[in-house]
């Protein structure tokens, strides 16, 4: 249902777009947006749309990536500058639809090297 593409291999610095495309309409969904987690680590927020359009981001990420909305494409990209090694994760969409659980993508793998 969430298909998500994007991830690779880059070095610090540098910048990766991710997106993730879903087969239903976002227009209605109440929150999407992107978790990461890395191995041994929980999976964690990374960047949340609200229903308000308010944006929420991890204090990690502040003023480097950036959550976008396109309900024409039924998408929801996360840009990424300014990558450290400590992004390094797997990066999970997230779309919740009224107050139902929400869906999680299939994940796409961010490695950044030094």
């Known amino acids: 249902q969430l298909q998500a593409c994007g991830g690779g291999l880059v070095q610090a610095g540098s910048s990766l777009r991710l997106s993730c495309t879903s087969s239903r309409s976002i227009f209605r969904a109440t929150r999407l947006g992107w978790y990461r987690q890395a191995p041994g680590k929980q999976r964690e927020m990374v960047a949340l749309i609200q229903s308000d359009a308010g944006k929420n981001y991890a204090d990690f990420v502040k003023g480097r990536f950036t959550a976008h909305r396109d309900n024409s494409k039924n998408t929801v990209a996360l840009q990424m500058n300014s990558l450290q090694v400590e992004d390094t994760a797997v990066y999970y969409c997230?779309?919740?639809?009224?107050?139902?659980?929400?869906?999680w993508g299939q994940g796409t793998l961010v490695t950044v090297s030094s």
């Open positions: 997230y779309v919740q639809w009224g107050l139902t659980p929400g869906s």
